[in-house]
């Protein structure tokens, strides 16, 4: 059939399995969003407050529901406003493709209105990206594009596409979207199962990875065939139920001393579907001394990843899901019930915690377990950036997997919300629930309005301490108490705020408050923000110093 180009984007969606997508109309993209109009029972569209807000949504969505994430955006500033977006989803390995609008292919390299060469602006934080300049390969740069952003390791793929692409007509034929297929070294497999077998404290150290592909379930039957305990990384947060026995915690910078002290008495690390990367190691070399003699097995789809920052002495490439089925297989049941009571023991002697003066202060803890048990832990949390995106990691006991969203890679603060709308969108009867700073919250908080137009029913948490907390933590530790503009102190009155919105607002003032406001805006189906009001001086411990070592994390900060 002949159809034209904004048609065959939309058919080619379709065949993908996409029936959300997120965006922002301009002009280079009119004629895309005019077939849209025709497309409207197929094709739902989330019409965000700003392309940024667009990228962290699909990126949310991915996240949330193991779909890939789409977004649409116009030429200029609508598609380099995508940019973080996507350099987001690149750090975290998360499948997103991006739509963006360009001028007509003979304005092209003219500097005209709202041309930006977002490819060549791209090409460092996206898997592939294409520019398309002729009609009749539209269809093959969209499915190679969903093909890549979901192949080996996931990530963004942009496709630009300039306006009188959209509006050419050529001939369309539907296809069966490519199928992925995967293989393992089964020599590598064999090695892995010796070892495994041959170690008497072996530590499981779980990244992202695991939740990309699918492999929670796995993941849970080994730890429990080879009797280990499990340590996550801030991105593999909900790889494994954090309330199981086994979960020491996460590792690194902000990482339990239990997991340090596994670390540093296990014979065997176990490393699957993580990067190593500096916030998990602190110092590299002291990562490596504090494990002494231990021998580490990486299990990763990347090979560039294995040795790239730890050396492993032992290593599985292949996809997680399908390495641990075959693992799952072929190692023998294992009994490490004295390396378990060891972990019990450390476990109780050094309990995450936080303490007050005042008992009727408002404690992050305190907020965040109370959300846990009131969601069963089955919540889809999404976060900011900073000291609330470590507290929620501590205290949210993680059931199920894909129930987490945070910038892990690359830290960017005004992710969460968006994230929170994707979440949403993608999981209408779970409880979504994005916890924020209130520094963040200032960079994102015109989506709330997005939440107001669609009566989206998440809770925005926002713990206001009127500073910038994880800045102003280390200012405090390094930088001699001087606190340079990391004091926030805006006059901002959420419930007007919430009002002048169109959504509820309510505040957390007093530790009494906690419960019955956290229960009423989880009953009443409503957008909610909470103004969470907490002490400027409460920590995120334990701590481990830029560049000292895993082994000896600040338990306690005078």
């Known amino acids: 059939m002949i159809l034209n180009g904004s048609q065959i984007i939309l058919e080619c969606l379709l065949e993908q399995g996409v029936d ?9 993209v009119l004629n895309v969003y005019d077939a849209l109009y025709g497309y409207a029972d197929k094709i739902n569209h989330i019409l965000t407050s700003h392309e940024q807000g667009a990228a962290h949504a699909a990126d949310g969505y991915a996240r949330s529901t193991g779909k890939t994430g789409v977004v649409i955006a116009t030429s200029g500033p609508g598609a380099t406003n995508l940019v973080t977006g996507l350099a987001t989803a690149y750090m975290d390995s998360i499948p997103i493709v991006a739509i963006t609008g360009n001028v007509t292919t003979d304005l092209l390299g003219l500097d005209s209105f709202q041309e930006v060469d977002i490819t060549g602006i791209t090409m460092p934080i996206t898997k592939h990206n294409y520019i398309v300049k002729d009609v009749t390969k539209l269809a093959d740069a969209i499915r190679n594009a969903f093909f890549i952003a ?24 539907p296809q069966v979207p490519e199928k992925h297929s995967y293989e393992v070294n089964e020599d590598e497999i064999s090695e892995a199962v010796k070892i495994i077998e041959n170690s008497e404290r072996p530590f499981i150290y779980a990244g ?9 379930d796995e993941l849970a039957e080994f730890a429990e065939l080879i009797d280990a305990p499990v340590s996550l990384s801030l991105m593999g947060q909900c790889a494994f139920d954090n309330s199981d026995k086994r979960y020491t915690g996460m590792m690194g910078m902000h990482g339990t001393k239990t997991s340090s002290l596994a670390l540093t008495h296990c014979d065997l690390l176990i490393v ?24 580490i097995l990486h299990i990763d789809i990347d090979p560039a990843e294995v040795n790239k920052n730890i050396p492993a002495n032992y290593r599985v490439c292949g996809n997680v899901e399908l390495v641990l089925q075959k693992l799952n297989k072929a190692v023998k049941k294992k009994d490490h019930s004295q390396w378990l009571k060891q972990i019990a023991e450390w476990k109780k002697e050094y309990p995450l915690s936080q303490v007050s003066e005042d008992p009727d202060d408002v404690l992050p803890k305190d907020v965040i377990e109370t959300l846990d048990e009131l969601t069963h832990g089955e919540a889809i949390i999404s976060t900011e950036v900073g000291q609330h995106q470590m507290w929620t990691a501590e205290f949210y006991n993680f059931r199920k997997p894909r129930s987490f969203a945070s910038s892990g890679g690359l830290g960017t603060m005004g992710y969460g919300l968006g994230a929170a709308i994707g979440c949403k969108v993608g999981n209408p009867d779970k409880i ?17 309005t997005t939440l107001a137009k669609y009566q989206l029913p998440v809770i925005e948490l926002v713990f206001n301490n009127s500073v910038l907390g994880m ?17 926030l102190e805006k006059p901002t009155d959420f419930e007007l705020l919430g009002k002048a919105v169109g959504i509820e607002a309510m505040t957390i003032s007093k530790k009494s408050d906690i419960r019955p406001v956290l229960e009423k805006a989880i009953s009443c189906g409503k957008p909610v923000l909470i103004n969470c009001i907490i002490g400027k001086d409460i920590n995120v411990l334990p701590m481990v110093p830029a560049g000292a070592s895993i082994a000896e994390p600040i338990l306690e900060i005078k």
């Not at 590299?284 to 021998?295: E, L, R, T």
């Open 20 to 28: 959300t997508v997120f965006g922002y109309p301009g002009g280079a």
């Open 150 to 173: 979901n192949d080996g390791r996931k990530g963004p793929v942009l496709i630009d596409i300039p306006k009188d692409i959209t509006a050419a007509k050529c001939e369309y034929s």
């Open 208 to 216: 992202g990875g695991v939740v990309s592909c699918d492999a929670a």
């Open 272 to 295: 699957m579907g993580s990067r190593f990367s500096d916030r998990v190691t602190c110092s590299a070399q002291s990562f490596q001394n504090a494990m002494g003699n231990a021998k």
């Open 432 to 448: 979504v629930v994005n916890c924020a700073g209130d520094g963040s919250f200032y960079m994102n908080m015109n989506e709330l």
């Open 471 to 487: 800045v102003r933590q280390w200012q405090k530790l390094f930088y001699g108490g001087r606190f340079s503009q990391t004091t």
